[in-house]
């Protein structure tokens, strides 16, 4: 399966309201399951006295995961129609945190799960505020469990309305509510005769209209430089587009010198050369005149110069069991640079019960937050917005584990006191 082409999609929601029933049943009813996988579902879901267990699948899934080299990212590939989908899935809670704020876990759309009988929880607020950290816009909302309201419209609907309000706290407008069960199947592939007062696309429609949308491309040109090689007298300088469209003849600043060069040509591995190439594609570009920008060097269209200062806002999504303190250093990853950081304040910190902004001296585990960052010198960077992944940073510790995950606001100098998540 050609995984790049597929429409990556995440799906979350609070532990037991039903992501793993619902992956099972998905994979299933769109025929996406060896005939094998099925019968042993039934196997063990026998052992346990079940009829059929569909998070069964997940765990043996889990398995064959187990047995691979050290995988902690695992995409399950499913195909609708002639469109082919990824679900990014980790083994463990903290594991896809972890991929989500790194952008492992980078997807188009979301299934946020909610098992109607409780309600938006703990984790579905977490995740719903993940989910606009990231910049995850589509987003559908799988109102899970109908069953056990008896398919009651009143009572569906009024969790709809308290899920809208919290996600509305968060400035997340979902595309859609479907009332399922994934357990039996209503909504999920096809229409259910339980709900009739249900008029909207079951998930699979849903899905297969998420928007393809690559706005990357329309934006002002960025190259994060990866390596620059030198063969047979020419020097290439080798990266992954992140932002807009180069063209050979293009003028571009070499971020780490001021300086600007032509582009001389654009090579790929095993293609035709081609005289432009646009986000998303891992390219090597000739320079004239024979610049030499280095790993961690930034590529940019010199009308649209991005963000140089030494003092950046930045959100942020505290992984590391011991709580963040002002004071602390880290290495700031930010596309293919490195920078020595520290956090200068912890300017407020996200309440998760009322969704409120507080003051206080540190952040715990999963916390959010809107922290300053300061670095020895000045940082190029482009604010993080949705639907990108340069602006993105994250925090390693000096033992290179990842403590957070920090999607940038904008210098510190600028609208200060202002909160907003993305710019
Ligand atoms: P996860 O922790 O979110 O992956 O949740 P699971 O998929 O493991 O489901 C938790 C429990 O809820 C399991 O016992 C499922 O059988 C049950 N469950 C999942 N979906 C439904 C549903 O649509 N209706 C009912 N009645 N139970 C469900």
Known sequence: VALESATPIVIVGHVDHGKSTLIGRLLYDTDNLEEGKVA???ESSKKRGLTIEWSFLLDSLQIERDQGVTVDSTRIPFRLGNRQFVIVDAPGHRQFLRNMITGAADADAAVL???????????????AMLLRLIGIRHIIVL????????????KVRAVEQSVTSLLAQLELTPSLFIPASARDGDNIASRS?????????????ALAAVPDGNIRATLPFRLPVQDVYRFEDKRYVVGRIERGTVRVGDELTIGSQGSTARVASIERWNAPERDNAS?????????????????????????????????????????RQEPLRTGESFRLRLATAEHQVTV???????RLDDLTEQQADEVGP????EITLVAGEAIQFDPFCPGTSDGRGVLVDRNQRIVGGAPLLG?????????????
């Open 366 to 369: 999963e916390g959010f937050a």
């Open 279 to 319: 986000a998303g594609e891992s390219v090597a570009l000739v320079l004239e005149p024979d610049v030499i920008p280095a790993r961690g060097d930034f590529l940019f269209a010199p009308a649209q110069a991005p963000e140089k200062s030494a003092r950046i806002r930045a959100n942020l999504f505290w992984l």
């Open 344 to 350: 200068a304040s912890i300017d407020s910190v996200l």
């Open 40 to 42: 042993q579902i039934i």
């Open 143 to 154: 109102l899970n469990k109908v069953d056990l309201l008896d398919f009651d419209e009143q």
């Open 193 to 205: 005769e339980r709900s009739p007062w249900y008029k909207g696309p079951v998930l699979t429609e």
């Open 411 to 423: 210098p510190a100098t600028l609208a200060a006191g202002t909160h907003a998540i993305h710019p």
């Open 113 to 127: 799960v909610v098992d109607v009988n409780e309600g938006a929880r703990e984790q579905t607020r977490r995740h």
